[in-house]
């Protein structure tokens, strides 16, 4: 009878030793995987984050360029506005000129 009871003692401490070894791979398998998943998730983040910036920079490369337009054509405008008083004016300011330096 002793020696039943040892040897159910051994194997309980063989089961427990098995189950204790079995829950150490699974901690470690689930370990991996939380690894894995947290790595998935940074990368996944990253990506979005990298095209957020890529759209954000589009539009504001399309915003200045409207700005840049705009700006072009007022200032082509004014300049146009400036040639077209320069050429009203001109023939008298040439007489003005001519007349100082003639006097």
Do not use: F, H
């Amino acid at each position: 009878m002793a020696k039943d009871m040892l040897d159910a003692v051994c194997a309980a401490e063989e089961e427990a030793a098995s189950r204790e070894e079995k829950a150490a791979e699974k901690a470690a398998e689930t370990a991996e995987q939380a690894k894995k998943e947290a790595a998935a998730l940074i990368d996944s983040r990253k990506e979005a984050a990298e095209q957020k910036s890529a759209d954000e920079l589009a539009k504001a490369k399309a915003e200045l360029e409207q700005q840049s337009k705009s700006a072009k054509a007022e200032a082509e405008k004014a300049c146009d506005d400036i040639s077209a008083l320069a050429g009203k004016n001109r023939e008298s300011v040439i007489k003005k000129a001519a007349a100082l330096l003639l006097n």
